[in-house]
């Protein structure tokens, strides 16, 4: 069970029970998590649970009836069910919360009952009832009841099958029997119930002697057999799925009487069965219960060939009573067998994998009565065998041919071209899925190994190559479940082998992922470098100003002049302009399906000023196949990761343009050299951590992270090993790289805006002072000097001594050293909070990958000690 399905059955449960507050469904989901361990149902354990639940009930009588219809019935998980609740009555708490829950929507639901009016008066208990008011309330009681409980009409029934048929396969339409297949009783070979003829009322049969009311009997049950009425005995009418019933002559001997009840339960198995054959037969009802009752249908006719022999006999004069008796009794069981499946298949609405299911039960049942387990092993194989059919063209193929829904595997419309659009396409996981009630149990164990056989070879087939499993064969259904796993199993490791050789060999699925980490990973630094210092002007403008085709240009020149030019699959790289930053992006993608989710989505405004840096990110064109493994998903991933690498290069070419643009203050005397040393140091220090930060995602966390998937891509036996593996490396990188933290997310990105907003200050203070010394010089070339001589030496001092000499003269202390002291103290403050939560979460999370960052920046003991100040008020707060 996948963690959104816990979370979406234990949020219903929560609802149903009417629970709130406390931890929410995230705790429990938790809980389940970490305890949940898979039940495997078995006839003991099942029968512990039902004895258990039966003496806990106040009713165990009307329990165990009702546990015996839904077995009839062959309700899915209903062992497992009862094994849950009877671990459920043991747990005294949750016992006490269920019946006081039970207790308030009782009240609720009494309260609402109240409320409704009855369509129905009862006379006032004051006045006395007469016996037609008792009898016409006891009509319509019965009535109503009759038509609460009664199935809906056959006819209602095929009209729901055909048309959901006909909504799903248009172009397939269901055939349809004529209409007079069903206004004509007569011809289905089961009783026609009505008014009796009118003529002169026969003697009663009781009054005739006894060798003449066995012969009357012996003619009516031949007749009532075959499915008609007799003289003395007459069938009753049915009510939905009941049995049939019969009226004997109440005058008859009480010898004769007995020996005819014993034989008419084979006149109710024949009418059972004769109902069940004609209503599933049609096509609505799927091609295993047709397949089923055309094994049924051949039965019958032995019966019926019996009856025929029976009269033969019975002409000659042959056929007592006694015989009658004796030759019916090995029929009777066949059906009576026969009868209980169509009852069962009938109650429980079966189709398909269900349908199958029952018989495989029926049929595993009866191991210790081999004449009634050949019975139900012949049935299984028969109706099983167009199920097989499709089972082989699905695994041997890759094709579904299911026109009345009743294989395992459904198919949804879904286009493969979405898998590049939409970030939460989920063509793998939806355009084929496993219907669960549909599964025959003795498939349940390789549901999944059928449903990827079918999908590996599919997708082969999508490429337009035809693939046909050489080591087809036939399945066919045994009690030796081996024999068709056997086969399955040689067709997945078949389509596995096909498909990942595809995808490898042809498709270069792995020279595909080196490529794309080549650009989103940041592997070719000649490239980046040059491409950086080609956009750096366009990237600087607002994000509406920038032409994406210069942009586009750009590219192609940096690719042309650089290593990559040796990539073969370079021009699959394009330019991609996001909508918010990329800070942005992770907190809206964190923030799904939490309490900040609405404030993250409605916080746009910010987005309207982005520069071409913020919103610049790559894109990759990738086809069929392989956009099933590098999807938009995976790709909106990549660019995530590269989005964060790109910006920290930015910050740090930032930090480099300042120290190459103050190197002109190295010859400034020793009176400003305080101010300008503090701001030198802490650049460095903010170049320090950022280098540092690149360096441990980039050698210890992506390259390890890569030689750990290219290894298991070598080992991988199918595609969903490879998607398993990509997938693992693509959160492994995110987490490691702080980006799946919404709260280290947080304080790097103030860390990168400290660093941004010191380099701005920077640079326009070095501006304001370049401009200042400029106009100086160009004021003291207009003014005369007193000789040539002073002039000369005036123009031959250095350009950095009047720079100097200009800086000591300024008033840095109101501004520069306030501003410099300002961007430490913050710098300082944040960096220790990111290296405090490092701290945290490398020991409580066994995140201890991330430790390497705070041993990188803190290699010298630096911050120890006011980590180590950070532990302790920590720990004071949590034990007060």
């Given at each position: 069970m996948s963690e959104f399905r816990i979370h979406h059955d234990v949020n219903e449960l929560l609802s149903l029970l009417h629970v709130r507050g406390?931890?929410?469904?995230?705790?429990?989901?938790?809980?389940?998590?970490?305890?949940?361990?898979?039940?495997?149902?078995?006839?003991?354990?099942?029968?512990?649970?039902?004895?258990?639940?039966?003496?806990?009930?106040?009713?165990?009588?009307?329990?165990?009836?009702?546990?015996?219809?839904?077995?009839?019935?062959?309700?899915?998980?209903?062992?497992?069910?009862?094994?849950?609740?009877?671990?459920?009555?043991?747990?005294?708490?949750?016992?006490?919360?269920?019946?006081?829950?039970?207790?308030?929507?009782?009240?609720?639901?009494?309260?609402?009952?109240?409320?409704?009016?009855?369509?129905?008066?009862?006379?006032?208990?004051?006045?006395?009832?007469?016996?037609?008011?008792?009898?016409?309330?006891?009509?319509?009681?019965?009535?109503?009841?009759?038509?609460?409980n009664a199935p809906q009409p056959a006819e209602v029934t095929r009209k729901m099958l055909r048309d959901k048929h006909n909504k799903k396969n248009p172009s397939q339409p269901n055939p349809v029997f004529p209409n007079w297949v069903y206004d004509r009783p007569a011809l289905l070979g089961d009783f026609v119930t009505g008014p009796a003829p009118p003529g002169d009322p026969a003697a009663a049969t009781g009054t005739m002697p006894l060798p003449a009311q066995e012969e009357a009997m012996v003619d009516d049950l031949l007749f009532v057999l075959m499915g008609v009425d007799g003289q003395n005995i007459t069938a009753q009418p049915v009510l939905g799925r009941q049995n049939r019933s019969f009226i004997v002559d109440s005058t008859l001997d009480m010898s004769i009487k007995e020996l005819v009840n014993r034989i008419l339960p084979v006149a109710s198995y024949y009418s059972t069965v004769t109902r069940f054959i004609e209503e599933k037969s049609s096509f609505e009802y799927g091609q295993v219960n047709h397949a089923l009752t055309a094994a049924m249908r051949t039965l019958m006719k032995e019966y019926l060939i019996l009856v025929t022999q029976l009269e033969h006999l019975q002409r000659q004069g042959l056929l007592s009573l006694q015989k009658l008796w004796f030759y019916i009794q090995p029929t009777m069981r066949t059906m009576e067998i026969l009868a209980s499946i169509a009852s069962s298949v009938d109650k429980g609405e079966c189709m398909g994998g269900s349908t199958l299911s029952l018989l495989h039960e029926r049929t595993f049942n009866y191991t210790g009565d081999p004449q009634a387990q050949e019975l139900c092993l012949y049935l299984t194989k028969a109706a099983s065998l167009p199920y097989f059919e499709v089972l082989e063209k699905w695994i041997y193929r890759g094709i579904i041919k299911d026109p009345y829904s009743e294989f395992m595997v459904e198919e949804h419309e879904l286009q493969k071209e979405k898998i590049q659009e939409d970030y939460n396409d989920k063509y793998w996981d939806q355009r084929y899925t496993v219907v669960q009630h549909r599964i025959p149990s003795f498939l349940q164990k390789m549901a999944d190994k059928i449903l990827s056989t079918g999908k590996y070879l599919n997708v082969v087939r999508e490429c337009g190559r035809d693939v046909t499993c050489p080591n087809a064969r036939e399945v066919l259904y045994t009690l030796k479940e081996r024999a068709y796993v056997e086969q399955i199993e040689k067709a997945y490791n078949y389509a596995s082998k096909v498909l990942l050789a595809f995808l490898m060999e042809e498709k270069e699925l792995v020279a595909r992922l080196r490529s794309i980490k080549h650009y989103f990973l940041m592997d070719k630094g000649d490239f980046f470098v040059h491409f950086m210092d080609l956009t750096e002007e366009e990237l600087k403008k607002p994000v509406d100003d920038i032409v994406p085709p210069r942009l586009e240009a750009l590219l192609e020149l940096a690719l042309r002049m650089t290593t990559a030019n040796t990539d073969p699959f370079k021009d699959d790289l394009k330019i991609d302009l996001m909508p918010h930053d990329v800070i942005t992006q992770l907190l809206r993608v964190l923030a799904i399906e939490t309490k900040q989710e609405k404030a993250i989505t409605n916080a746009d405004a910010a987005d309207a000023t982005l520069t071409g840096l913020e919103a610049f990110s790559f894109d990759y064109i990738v086809k069929w196949p392989l956009s099933l493994i590098i999807n938009r998903k995976a790709l909106t991933r990549y660019q995530m990761l590269f989005r964060h690498l790109f910006y920290c290069k930015h910050v740090e070419r930032l930090l480099c343009s300042v120290w190459i643009s103050n190197k002109d203050f190295k010859l400034y005397s020793s009176h400003c050299a305080k101010w300008f040393a503090a701001a030198f140091a802490l650049r460095q220090r903010m170049l320090n951590f950022v280098q540092n930060i690149q360096y441990y995602m980039m050698f210890e966390v992506m390259e390890p992270t890569w030689h750990v998937m290219e290894s298991n891509l070598k080992t991988a036996s199918n595609i969903d090993d490879v998607l398993c593996h990509h997938t693992s490396f693509l959160d492994n990188c995110l987490k490691d790289c702080m980006l799946t933290n919404p709260e280290l997310l947080r304080i790097f990105s103030k860390l990168m805006s400290v660093c941004v907003m010191f380099t701005s200050c920077m640079e326009r203070f070095t501006q304001s002072l370049r401009s200042e010394l400029l106009s100086q010089e160009q004021a003291a070339v207009d003014v005369p000097t007193q000789s040539e001589h002073a002039e000369e030496a005036e123009k031959k001092r250095p350009t950095t001594q009047l720079f100097a000499e200009h800086a000591d003269g300024h008033q840095l202390d109101a501004g520069f050293k306030a501003a410099v002291g300002k961007f430490d103290s913050n710098f300082n403050t944040l960096l220790l909070d990111l290296l405090d939560k490092l701290s945290i979460y490398s020991t409580n999370d066994c995140e201890h990958s991330m430790i390497s960052i705070i041993y990188r920046l803190d290699f010298n003991g630096f911050y120890t000690e006011q980590l180590e100040k950070m532990a302790i008020e920590r720990s004071q707060k949590a034990s007060a």
């Open positions: 406390g931890d929410g469904a995230e705790g429990y989901i938790d809980l389940l998590q970490k305890h949940r361990t898979p039940y495997v149902t078995t006839t003991v354990s099942a029968h512990s649970a039902k004895v258990k639940l039966a003496e806990y009930s106040k009713t165990p009588e009307d329990f165990l009836r009702k546990y015996e219809e839904l077995k009839s019935k062959n309700v899915q998980n209903l062992d497992p069910l009862l094994y849950l609740l009877s671990k459920l009555s043991e747990d005294k708490e949750t016992l006490q919360l269920l019946q006081q829950n039970a207790k308030e929507r009782s009240e609720s639901s009494a309260n609402a009952a109240a409320t409704a009016t009855s369509s129905y008066s009862l006379p006032q208990t004051s006045t006395k009832m007469s016996m037609q008011e008792l009898d016409e309330l006891r009509k319509k009681l019965g009535n109503m009841t009759a038509s609460s």
